[in-house]
């Protein structure tokens, strides 16, 4: 269990990832090669009412699948993102003084507050979607590649799609 746990990912202030090696205090850009064998181990803590156990799932790396892995790197990038936004929105609330709010301007803010959320989700969505489309290799057809295909006139002019 040690050897499996020792070592961490953990993220710079500039987003950059390494390796903490949790037992010598070591710190890696990439994860030493003897190292890499090592299953990642998922531990799930549950309480039961009777006593407290930790569930422990073992899941080889080869069990991620690149889509899960794809999402991982698109969720770190958003929350990179998000953190550097709300350092600099922290700053920038720290200079201004906090004035008399009346209760309609605090319902504004509510009502941006949640579309500030649903730009966010949108945007890990968008983030995601990309990522993946990055990943996902280009789909050839099945011909010969001498045909050439043909072209498809659009439906509408653009004036006409403007309407």
Sequence with gaps: MEAQSKWQVQSDDYGNLYFYNTITGESVWQLP???????VVDVAKTKNQNDDKVVELN????QYSIYAIAVGVADTLVKIVEMIE???ENLKKSK???K???PAAEQRFLKNAAKEEK???HLRDRVVTAYVNVLVPTIETGGDGGEKRREVGSLFKAE???R
């Design 33 to 39: 090669e003897e190292e890499e064998e090592v299953e």
């Design 59 to 62: 899941r080889p790396r080869e």
């Design 86 to 88: 709300d350092k600099a």
């Design 96 to 98: 201004i003084r906090r």
């Design 100 to 102: 008399f709010v009346s």
């Design 119 to 121: 730009k966010k989700k």
């Design 160 to 162: 006409e799609s403007r």
